[in-house]
């Protein structure tokens, strides 16, 4: 006899939900959350991820008072689509955010955390460093990934060195987040502040002297050849050449002395709520929008082309305020949970701390002792309205990518270098299809169409120059 759909989409429902308390209203158990996102940060060149390098004493540092979520999975391999995602607790193809170009931005109806954070009567502020996150001029209204913030601060203050395209650097964006809590009155304590650092996306060009720290000798290496477009299959991509170099181990150890630089800047910003007596009652949130292919498959040195898990794994590190210390570590004074996570789950964790109920949840939250087995985490990569649309479906061992007219894929994340095994795994296939078929079914799915970026021609450059293309060929 054949299931309802009601009823499997039912199943399918309670298997995914978590334990009770996730969308309910409690007491507010932070005074403010403080969201920090990195940019192209991949988990494994972490040192609390397992990394040998010393990239990340800070982070690492948080992570020993803190839960550290081993299975963290992002939304898309790109910027905007991962973020409006985060932000929303929503598909990146049901807010119009599944472009392959970062050039459609959610539209108005979308409904963001900080709309609803700020709607509850706490402020609301955020600091991106990318030309990407910009706000959209006034006449195409409150769209995008800075509706909600009542304060948006995308002043870009630099050019890369290389390439002229707008950024800021982690210490500048340091600076203007420590000047905006500084000039906050002791009472102004309460606030949702999300911070996006910028500089691990290539081009890889740290300060000399942490540049320093992580050079070594190349002399064997097989060298690469230099591309002459944006793509990372089997080249260097032409936006991330560093004049006459041609070794991957070179660019490998300047995109890990990014990572050293970013993360001496976000350990300012937290000295700086320590500071000023803000961290205890704080619950902060670390995560990156996707990861970096650092030779993967022969892509190099790019993200946004495919769904490779270097791109879709990424860190999570959540240090819970004083009052769930408890229920989050136990005794302990930090937690690893190997549990599967997804960016839906940031929006229930958000609401959740601040005392708000989390209506339209998606995900779990992160402020409970345990979360449920048997989650899946779905990402996407370009539009159907654009061309071909890929999507992956994984539960944490295994990842199915699926395109329109193309057979599906299977990959098996605990052996990264075996190839599609969907042929020799038929049953597996089936399973992840019928799950992701069953989350694009689910009543409440939307599929509103993206508002197009308005570009100056300054933007436009910048868009060029970060890599990314108008028109550029479907990833897989
Ligand atoms: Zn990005």
């Known amino acids: ?27 507010p158990a932070a005074r403010r959350v403080v969201l920090v996102t990195c940019d192209t940060l991949r988990a494994d060149h972490l040192g609390c991820y397992g990394y040998a390098r010393p990239t990340s004493p800070r982070l690492d540092e948080l992570a020993r008072e803190s839960v550290l979520f081993e299975n963290q999975w992002s939304a898309a391999p790109l ?8 932000l929303t607790g929503r598909r990146p193809d049901e807010i119009g955010a599944a472009s392959r170009t970062n050039m459609q931005r959610m539209p108005a109806q979308v409904r963001t955390l900080a709309e609803v954070v700020h709607d509850a009567g706490i402020d609301t502020a955020a600091f991106v460093s990318s030309s990407v996150l910009t706000r959209p001029p006034a006449k195409q209204g409150d769209i995008g990934v800075a509706q909600g913030f009542a304060h948006y601060d995308d002043t870009l203050s630099s050019y890369e060195s290389n390439r002229p395209v707008r950024e800021r650097r982690a210490e500048a964006c ?6 905006w809590l500084g000039a906050r009155k002791p009472s102004e304590d309460r606030f949702f502040l999300w911070v996006h650092y910028q500089d691990p996306h290539g081009p890889y060009t740290p300060p000399t002297a942490e540049r320093a720290l992580f050079e070594r000798p190349h002399e064997s290496e097989v060298e690469l050849p230099q591309g002459s477009d944006a793509s ?17 181990g070179e660019y490998v150890d300047r995109y ?3 990572i050293h630089s970013f993360d001496a800047q976000f350990g300012r910003l937290v000295d700086g709520l320590r500071a000023r007596g803000w961290l205890d009652d704080t619950l902060l949130v670390f995560t990156a929008d996707h990861g970096e292919s650092l030779g ?8 946004g082309e495919t769904l490779q898990p270097e791109l879709l794994h990424v860190p999570l590190v959540v240090r819970p305020p004083r009052v769930l210390r408890e229920r989050m570590l136990g005794t302990s004074a930090s937690r690893r949970e190997p549990r599967l996570t997804s960016y839906l789950d940031v929006w229930p964790s958000v609401l959740e701390a601040l005392g708000l109920p989390a209506h339209d949840n998606r995900g779990c939250s992160l402020l409970g002792a345990t979360l449920p087995e048997g989650r899946i985490a779905e990402q996407w990569l370009g539009a159907a309205s654009r061309g071909r649309q ?7 061992r295994w990842q199915l990518r699926l395109c329109a007219g193309e057979p599906a894929q299977l990959f098996d994340l605990a052996r990264p270098s075996e190839p599609d095994l969907a042929q020799s795994e038929p049953g597996r296939v089936r399973e992840l299809l019928e799950r992701h078929q069953l989350g694009l079914a689910r009543p409440d799915a939307k599929n509103l169409p993206g508002v197009p970026r308005a570009l100056d021609d300054e933007t436009r450059r910048d868009l060029r120059g970060f890599g990314y293309t108008e028109g550029a060929p479907a990833g897989h």
């Open 256 to 258: 890990d002395a990014e």
């Open 174 to 179: 340091t600076d203007a987040v420590l000047g």
């Open 79 to 86: 910027t905007v689509p991962s973020l409006s995602s985060l």
């Open 390 to 396: 890929w999507s992956a479906v994984t539960d944490g």
């Open 1 to 27: 006899m054949t299931t309802p759909a009601s009823v499997r989409w039912a199943s399918f429902a309670l298997l995914c939900a978590c334990g009770s308390g996730c969308s309910r209203a409690i007491e």
């Open 296 to 303: 993967e498959g022969d892509w190099w040195f790019c993200h």
């Open 232 to 248: 990372g299959y089997g080249q260097i991509p032409d936006y991330q050449i560093q004049p006459g170099e041609r070794r991957p």
